[in-house]
């Protein structure tokens, strides 16, 4: 048995997992995780979800081992959020019709949910303007 830390994109699969979890429990619907537009300096989504009175909704997972450095939320940056407006844009040029959409962020700072943290959930966390 290793007792080695687990990579960084270990810990970002774990933190969506459990992202993941959190929201269906909330009664969202899972459609994609990890879109990204094609080449070099696109966009990543990390969870496509559908709410249920219909609308799209396009979530930032961030977790952070503490709050040191302005924490999980402060982490997303202005750059960041313009890569996930292109990234939503592109995937929502290949739907039949546009429906209502949001970005919503799901930050935990310090252990996960199943370690004994929590999640908070920031609907509407920014917007596409």
């Not at 899972?30 to 396009?58: C, H, K, S, W, Y």
């Not at 370690?115 to 920031?122: A, E, F, K, N």
Request: charged share 20%; glycine share 10%.
């Amino acid at each position: 048995m290793s007792n080695t830390a687990p990579t960084t994109r270990q810990s970002g699969q774990q933190a969506e997992d459990s992202a993941i979890a959190w929201l269906q429990h909330q009664g969202l619907v899972l459609l994609q995780r990890n879109f990204r537009t094609p080449g070099r300096g696109g966009g990543e989504i990390d969870l496509i979800m559908r709410a249920a009175d219909g609308t799209l909704v396009f979530v930032e997972v961030r977790h952070r081992a503490d709050a040191r450095h302005g924490g999980a939320a402060a982490s997303i940056s202005h750059g960041k959020r313009r890569r996930i407006i292109l990234a939503a844009r592109h995937y929502l040029m290949q739907q039949r019709r546009e429906p209502p959409c949001r970005f919503d962020a799901m930050v935990c700072d310090g252990p996960l949910p199943e370690q004994g943290g929590s999640w908070q959930w920031l609907q509407a966390a920014f917007d596409a303007s």
